[in-house]
């Protein structure tokens, strides 16, 4: 049987192409959202890599100054040991100073790269790191992506295209009526007549079978395919999900106890110091302990604005990867035209 009018053939295939704008449509909106979280996520990899550079050529002024009162204090009768741990230390915020500059300076041309602007020069950007959070299940963004990602609603086209594509060529054997009339006169009688013939193939040896078992193939890979799908970004949300509680929680730790316990402690040791209860390896300590505890409040903040910017972008990045092509063919408007 046909399910088109008079099995119509050029309509199905209007049916079948119409799945595929759709499918180029969500492949290209798919390609635009990793774009732009691409470009999100590497906007936030830089900002937290200058945050983190700024803390460190901050902390090197402290580094500075405890050399300096360490040498006023050798003069004073103080030890070496002072000098040396001082020194020490220097060096250390020195090589960590470079490193953080590369890392800037790797995190810049990321971004440059995937904003399609390799050639821009590098400068400062403006922006502030989470503070705070958007209450999340995963369920919830699971749902939400579902519902909303390009790149799910590009595998449901191919499905659809699929069993377009499979009712189509179940129709191909139908063979096409075709007619001709031709007017003419007979001399002999001096008539004038009208002949009318028309065709109707019978489909004996050809029903088709290979293109309707490759077009079912098609419709089963596909369906296959879209689950394959789903359980793709159900482990990668999991993934994303542990990233982005991880964060959360290691922010507001360091927000709300270690960060201002390690405050108060560089003050107090800072204090007995400069009474002489405490020696200066204890100073050096303290200082280094709130510096690295701030390092680690910026790298959560980090954490946690790229693993939002991956939920927000349905879990798609890559925008700089090879897209799906589609080549252009005329198969099915030739099985329509065909005299089989």
């Given at each position: 049987t046909c399910a088109l009018p008079i099995c119509d053939k050029l309509t199905a295939n209007r049916h079948v192409l119409a799945h595929d704008l759709e499918l180029m449509k969500w492949h290209a909106e798919a390609q635009r959202v990793r774009v732009l979280t691409d470009v999100e996520v590497n906007f936030y990899r830089v900002l937290a890599a200058q945050r983190r550079l700024t803390l460190a050529r901050e902390f090197r002024e402290v580094a500075v100054q405890g050399l300096s009162v360490a040498q006023d204090r050798l003069e004073a009768g103080g030890t070496r040991q002072d000098v040396l741990q001082s020194e020490i230390q220097l060096s250390e915020v020195d090589l960590?100073?470079?490193?953080?500059?590369?890392?800037?300076?790797?995190?810049?041309?990321?971004?440059?790269?995937?904003?399609?602007?390799?050639?821009?020069t590098r400068s400062t950007l403006i922006g502030d790191l989470p503070t705070s959070q958007v209450s999340r299940s995963s369920e919830s963004v699971y749902q939400q992506v579902l519902e909303e990602s390009p790149a799910l609603r590009a595998a449901n086209q191919r499905l659809y295209?699929?069993?377009?594509?499979?009712?189509?060529?179940?129709?191909?054997?139908?063979?096409?009526?075709?007619?001709?009339?031709?007017?003419?006169?007979?001399?002999?009688?001096?008539?004038?007549?009208i002949n009318l013939q028309i065709s109707l193939p019978l489909p004996v040896?050809?029903?088709?079978?290979?293109?309707?078992?490759?077009?079912?193939?098609?419709?089963?890979?596909?369906?296959?395919?879209?689950?394959?799908?789903?359980?793709?970004?159900?482990?990668?949300?999991?993934?994303?999900?542990?990233?982005?509680?991880?964060?959360?929680?290691?922010?507001?730790?360091?927000?709300?106890?270690?960060?201002?316990?390690?405050?108060?402690s560089e003050r107090l040791i800072a204090e007995t110091y400069a009474t002489g209860e405490v020696d200066f390896l204890r100073v050096l300590t303290a200082r280094k302990m709130y510096f690295d505890a701030n390092l680690e409040y910026v790298n959560a903040q980090g954490d946690q604005a790229v693993a939002n910017a991956r939920i927000e972008g349905f879990l798609l990045s890559g925008g700089l990867s090879e897209v799906p092509t589609f080549p252009a063919d005329d198969s099915l408007r030739g099985?329509?035209?065909?005299?089989?």
């Open positions: 960590l100073i470079q490193r953080t500059e590369l890392e800037v300076s790797a995190a810049w041309k990321q971004l440059a790269a995937i904003a399609g602007v390799p050639e821009m295209r699929a069993q377009s594509n499979l009712r189509r060529q179940q129709v191909q054997p139908i063979s096409n009526v075709t007619g001709q009339m031709g007017v003419g006169h007979d001399h002999s009688t001096g008539d004038e007549f040896n050809n029903t088709n079978q290979g293109n309707i078992h490759a077009a079912k193939a098609t419709v089963d890979e596909a369906v296959e395919n879209l689950e394959r799908l789903k359980m793709q970004i159900r482990s990668e949300l999991a993934q994303v999900m542990r990233e982005y509680e991880i964060a959360i929680t290691t922010r507001e730790q360091y927000e709300a106890i270690i960060l201002p316990k390690a405050k108060e099985q329509a035209l065909s005299s089989q």
